[in-house]
Nanobody
Framework: QVQLVESGGGLVQPGGSLRLSCAASGRTFSTYAMGWFRQAPGKEREFVAIINWSGTTNYADSVKGRFTISRDNAKNTLYLQMNSLKPEDTAAYYC????????WGPGTQVTVSS
């Protein structure tokens, strides 16, 4: 059974940066496309970014040019570099396959506020 644990969130001012990590244990995820998702209070979970096994990436329009997804298959870890953060990026961030194949982790909270 794969376990996903997200980390790296926090409180940051608008315009700031954060780097999120997602550690997968229990099974290698190198052959899976992996993505980041986020959920703000009172809203549904939404897609943020995805990276496939070969490194091809895709982003939601709202984060394109500001966020970068990457992966280290040797470490079974997924990353999300977030720059030029905006208040509307405030949410709990989660990682998983695009289909949500693995149990969802606890998420990591990102709060963008002055």
């Amino acid at each position: 059974q794969v376990q996903l644990v997200e980390s790296g969130g926090g409180l940051v001012q608008p315009g700031g940066s954060l780097r999120l990590s997602c550690a997968a244990s229990g099974r290698t995820f190198s052959t899976y496309a992996m993505g980041w998702f986020r959920q703000a209070p009172g809203k549904e979970r939404e897609f943020v970014a995805i990276i496939n096994w070969s490194g091809t990436t895709n982003y939601a329009d709202s984060v394109k040019g500001r966020f970068t997804i990457s992966r280290d298959n040797a470490k079974n870890t997924l990353y999300l570099q977030m720059n030029s953060l905006k208040p509307e990026d405030t949410a709990a961030y989660y990682c998983n396959t695009p289909a949500g194949s693995f149990p969802w982790g606890p998420g990591t909270q990102v709060t963008v506020s002055s």
